[in-house]
């Protein structure tokens, strides 16, 4: 059976390496440094994806904190564990021993795991692989320490020496501190030298009798003060006379540096402390001349540089090498490879009694809900639908145009069927949503080319028409026929007068032709050929449940749950927590990295659809798939340099497309927004942050009512048009977005 690890995450200390970002009130673990929410949160997901084995979870914080902690701790499972609130600081020795105490009070002489709460380890797994390898170690009584091979002579970190070694573990020599350049290059020619991560394993009488050798006196002012600690539901709290009695000191010369047979696991993980501008300018997303830009800026023959505003305007001409922070109340500038003496600047504040280096403006901490409402309908209502609906449309022919250039000039592109389907889907939905403009008129233009068009003599719909409305690809596509099932429900709720009659048609070729003879699921086209995947089907789930709200008949509801049925025994792995794309004649995975492909945006589209099933069948354990989905495309399918969902990740959670795309992103708000209503978490900050992201690298870079489709690891674009086929995702989403914040409208 595998051990139990008690986990402790330190949550102390004020960031002032980060200054003016990281504040006394608002420190470096709370923020959101390189995507996928604050450092704190992070960490403790990390170590709540323990594969193997109990892992209660403690955090260890600052009582002024404690409403921000509690924010993070929303929706995690801490197998029992909870914060304990320090009144006052006391540095990393009294935490060490308080966890310690915790430990031996309510679990006995367990292992005890204490980790930094503000790095970035982005490989929760192999995290897990390099503490497992320390148990056996900490079990005989040794203290345990991760160290990192360095890659380069850095004078921020401090450095473990190591000896000899044995089954994958060193003996520690001794610790070093934060060394010069030159020494920090001696260390690196050495061989010998790990920097070191702060993480520390040991088991926790182990680590008493340390104490009791080394510091008593920490130990037994620590003790007192946890006995007369008082608790509730919200955590532990220490009382503040006898917790600020405690001798202030560092675990590292309190006891690491004084104690002997320590050993050192090399971390197999990711690591960055992220404790300068420099080691953001390293992780951050860089343009092409490697400077890494955040915020209102404009940067003009600047190379190699952080350049970040989190406020007002902030412009920068042949910075080369420099870190250049402002916020709303100060600015910070010095080259990057100074970006370590911040904390002179800091201490220099505090002698002459400035403010700046304690307390944040409110406004640029505080995310409330409703708080993009006004840049969404404004980009929907006075800039997108007016542009869509006018140069989108192709008055000529008929339809709509399949993509626009960056100058919003039509392409002359085949016209898919698709596409023309989901604007009709997209405005409908607007029409609905209240938008004033020619809502029926553009409904019944794309019905009228559709079904003038694009029909075949069995009763379906084409692939693809010329533009001139020939066909070019009469093949009957599943997905195809999806989509024109969906359009034609929302059309039909509109009012329009043959959306009823040519649905009910497609059904019944549906039925008659695109249907698989053994019941299970339905055929890619007509034709049976090909290899099978579960993306058509997840649009003919959402098109049914569209006819099941369009009519209110049950019998959609029934095709709905057939879909249901396969998702359950072949699309979802419960494993993995992931969603199979491609599958063979008999649902198996298809051979080869195909079988092994998973799309963070199609998680999220089969979220929103699995609540939206739950709450028409009564089947509410769905949601609880929707959660795992959802979980499983933000922990393995998002880029940490921009926090945006990556094309394509396989079930391991590799990166297989780099390339995120702008439609992920919109199915992250509607799947962030269902979830929010389905009995789980507060999701409401997540929603915010989703549409800021959504804003941030695919709409307000654009030129006005289009948006940058693709955008590569790096955050840099590589749009070339805007293809029309994406216009529903944004639309439905945000149109969601305001539906969920109305009660925020002024």
Wanted: aromatic share 10%.
């Amino acid at each position: 059976m595998t051990e139990r690890i008690v986990s402790f995450v330190m949550s102390g200390g004020v960031g002032s390496r980060l200054w003016p970002l990281s504040r006394e009130d608002n420190p470096k673990q709370f923020h959101d440094l390189s995507g996928n929410g604050s450092m704190l949160a992070k960490t403790l997901r990390r170590l709540t994806a323990r594969p193997e084995g109990e892992t209660p979870i403690f955090l260890i914080a600052a009582e002024r904190h404690a409403d921000r902690v509690h924010a993070d701790l929303a929706g995690l499972d801490l197998a029992g564990g909870g914060p304990l609130f320090e009144p006052t600081g006391r540095n990393t020795a009294a935490a060490v021993a308080l966890a310690t105490l915790r430990t031996l009070s309510e679990f006995g002489d367990s292992l005890v795991l204490v980790v930094p709460s503000d790095h970035e380890i982005s490989t929760p797994r192999q995290f897990w692989q390099s503490v497992e390898a320390g148990t056996e170690a900490a079990r005989e009584g040794r203290l345990v320490v991760f160290g990192i091979k360095p890659t380069q002579p850095e004078t921020g970190y401090g450095y473990i020496e190591v000896a000899t070694e044995s089954g994958g573990t060193f003996d520690v020599s001794r610790f070093v501190e934060k060394p010069d350049l030159a020494t920090a290059q001696t260390y690196l020619k050495a061989g010998t030298f790990y920097w070191n991560t702060g993480i520390f394993l040991f088991r926790a009488g182990a680590m008493r009798d340390a104490f009791m050798a080394f510091q008593p006196d920490i130990w037994q002012a620590t003790e007192a003060a946890y006995k007369a600690a008082t608790s509730d539901l919200s955590g532990l709290y220490m009382p503040l006379e006898l917790y600020a009695a405690i001798p202030s000191n560092s675990i590292d010369y309190a006891i690491m540096e004084r104690a002997r047979d320590i050993a050192m696991v090399p971390a197999g993980f990711r690591w960055n402390d992220l404790g300068s501008w420099q080691s953001l300018l390293d992780v951050g997303p860089a343009d092409n001349q490697g400077n890494v830009i955040i915020g209102d800026v404009v940067a003009i023959d600047c190379e190699n540089s952080y350049i970040r505003s989190d406020g007002r305007l902030l412009s920068a001409i042949g910075m080369k090498d420099v870190a250049i922070v402002s916020t709303s109340d100060a600015t910070f500038v010095a080259p990057v490879s100074h970006s370590q003496h911040v904390k002179k600047i800091v201490e220099q504040l505090e002698k002459s009694g400035r403010l700046e280096t304690r307390f944040t403006p409110a406004q640029d901490r505080v995310i409330e809900s409703g708080a993009w409402r006004r840049r969404v309908h404004h980009w929907l209502f006075q800039e997108t639908l007016p542009l869509w609906s006018t140069s989108g449309v192709d008055e000529r022919h008929g339809g709509f145009h399949e993509a626009l250039g960056l100058d919003a000039s039509p392409l002359m592109k085949p016209k898919r069927m698709r596409t023309m389907a989901r604007q009709v889907y997209a405005f409908a939905v607007a029409r609905a949503r209240g938008w004033d403009g020619p809502a029926d008129r553009l409904i019944s233009h794309g019905i009228a080319f559709m079904a003038g068009k694009g029909r075949t003599d069995r009763g379906g719909w084409v692939r693809t028409l010329n533009v001139d409305g020939s066909v070019a690809d009469a093949t009957e596509d599943a997905y195809d026929h999806s989509c024109v099932l969906l359009a034609l429900a929302h059309a039909h709720m509109s009012g329009n007068p043959d959306a009823l009659r040519l649905g009910e048609e497609t059904l019944a070729f549906l039925d008659a032709h695109l249907e698989d003879s053994r019941m299970t699921g339905f055929l890619e086209t007509s034709d049976g050929k090909g290899e099978r995947r579960s993306n058509p089907h997840m649009h003919l789930l959402e098109a049914f449940m569209a006819w099941h709200q369009a009519t209110g008949e049950r019998a959609h509801l029934r095709r709905a749950a057939r879909i249901i049925d396969l998702f359950r025994s072949h699309f979802f792995d419960p494993e993995s927590w992931t969603l199979g794309e491609y599958f063979d004649a008999e649902w198996k995975p298809s051979a080869g990295e195909k079988g092994s492909w998973t799309e963070p945006g199609h998680h999220f589209e089969w979220a929103s659809l699995l609540v939206d099933f739950a709450g028409r069948s009564g089947q509410a354990e769905l949601s609880g798939f929707a959660r795992k989905l959802y979980a499983s495309a933000i922990a393995n399918g998002l880029n940490r340099a921009t926090g945006l969902a990556y094309g394509a990740v396989s079930r391991q959670g590799l990166p297989l497309d780099l390339i995120s795309r702008s439609w992920p992103q919109a199915e992250a708000v509607k799947a962030a927004i269902a979830l929010d209503g389905s009995g789980g978490p507060d999701l409401k900050p997540e929603i915010e942050a989703r549409v800021g992201r959504l804003f941030r690298w695919h709409i307000d870079p654009a030129p006005l009512g289009l948006w940058i489709d693709r955008i590569d690891e790096r955050g840099r674009s590589l749009a070339t048009d805007v293809p029309a086929s994406i216009f529903y995702h944004l639309v439905c989403a945000l149109t969601q977005y305001l539906d969920s914040t109305s009660d925020k409208a002024a």
